[in-house]
């Protein structure tokens, strides 16, 4: 295994991890967003009104993307154990 090898297989690390966290991260924004619009437009400032709804959202995004990231680390782990298995 050379430079090369190993700086592939660390980019498809990096790819994977943010493309299997991007729907959660994504809910976890537009939910925040919207109950910083919500506080600004209420006057609320309570700092812990923010945490149960981004949890909630990012529970149910996780859920519903399931097979999606599941697919992403199959894949990644795919590409690792062939290289292995090759010899790299």
Do not use: C, H, W
């Not at 209420?42 to 812990?48: A, K, L, V």
């Not at 995004?61 to 992403?72: E, L, M, N, R, V």
């Amino acid at each position: 295994m050379n430079e090369a090898d190993a700086l592939e297989i660390m980019q498809a690390a990096i790819r994977t991890v943010l493309i299997a966290s991007g729907p959660a991260v994504l809910a976890a924004m537009i939910v925040g967003v919207g109950i910083a619009f919500l506080q600004a437009l209420t006057q609320i400032q309570e700092m812990t009104l923010t945490f149960v709804p981004k949890i909630v959202a990012i529970l149910v995004t996780i859920a519903i993307s399931a097979p999606f990231i599941g697919g992403q680390v199959y894949l990644f782990a795919e590409l690792v154990f062939s290289r292995v298995q090759s010899g790299f």
